[in-house]
Antibody
Framework: EVQLLESGGGLVQPGGSLRLSCAASGFTFISYAMSWVRQAPGKGLEWVSVISGSGGTTYYADSVKGRLTISRDNSKNTLYLQMNSLRAEDTAIYYC????????????WGQGTLVTVSS | QSALTQPPSASGSPGQSVTISCTGTSSDVGGYNFVSWYQQHPGKAPKLLIYEVNKRPSGVPDRFSGSKSGNTASLTVSGLQAEDDADYYCSSYAGSNNRYVFGAGTKVTVL
């Protein structure tokens, strides 16, 4: 059974930093791309970033480019999202999602971790 | 503003059918057969219902079906059940730059 467990969320001031983690199990981690998808309170889903299975290729939404960095440690079956220069509009639940191929879909999701950017 | 356009709400009585539309452009929905649909209950993570326009993952009931015509994809829920009361999101691959886009979601109410 695929399991994805996010951690690292919390309250951070505008301009601050945070690192999210997503521990994966139940599948061959290195064989799959992984994504971060976020959902602002009461709003819809927004794709944030995706990383290839090897970690060598990454893509970002324009809204986070240059501020958020996706990475993975295949020896630890863990996905990361380094979040810098955070803004109020980054406030959201952040989900990690197993991504079946470069074309999607997001076939398994974690339970999410809440990031709140506020002074 | 979301890249894909969905109606904000839809409803039906138990046993009836409801169809949700998802309109994009030739750069996303119309350009690729990589449309997916997700169901989300309040306070829960999204769940994949449909991928590649009309394929169902194992475990998803065949009451859920997908289709596409031009720049518009559709999700049909047949034989509505109480547990289908949820938010539904469409998504599409959108090429090497924008990568993936979502709709704003449709709240389905089972009357």
């Amino acid at each position: 059974e695929v399991q994805l467990l996010e951690s690292g969320g919390g309250l951070v001031q505008p301009g601050g930093s945070l690192r999210l983690s997503c521990a994966a199990s139940g599948f061959t981690f290195i064989s799959y791309a992984m994504s971060w998808v976020r959902q602002a309170p009461g709003k819809g889903l927004e794709w944030v970033s995706v990383i290839s299975g090897s970690g060598g290729t990454t893509y970002y939404a324009d809204s986070v480019k240059g501020r958020l960095t996706i990475s993975r440690d295949n020896s630890k079956n863990t996905l990361y999202l380094q979040m810098n220069s955070l803004r109020a509009e980054d406030t959201a639940i952040y989900y990690c999602a197993k991504t079946n191929s470069g074309y999607g879909p997001f076939d398994s999701w974690g339970q999410g971790t809440l990031v709140t950017v506020s002074s | 503003q979301s890249a894909l356009t969905q109606p904000p709400s839809a409803s039906g009585s138990p046993g009836q059918s409801v169809t949700i539309s998802c309109t994009g452009t030739s750069s996303d929905v119309g350009g690729y057969n990589f449309v997916s649909w997700y169901q989300q209950h309040p306070g829960k993570a999204p769940k994949l219902l449909i991928y590649e326009v009309n394929k169902r993952p194992s475990g998803v009931p065949d009451r859920f079906s997908g289709s596409k015509s031009g720049n518009t994809a559709s999700l049909t829920v047949s034989g509505l059940q109480a547990e289908d009361d949820a938010d539904y999101y469409c998504s599409s691959y959108a090429g090497s730059n924008n990568r993936y886009v979502f709709g704003a979601g449709t709240k389905v109410t089972v009357l």
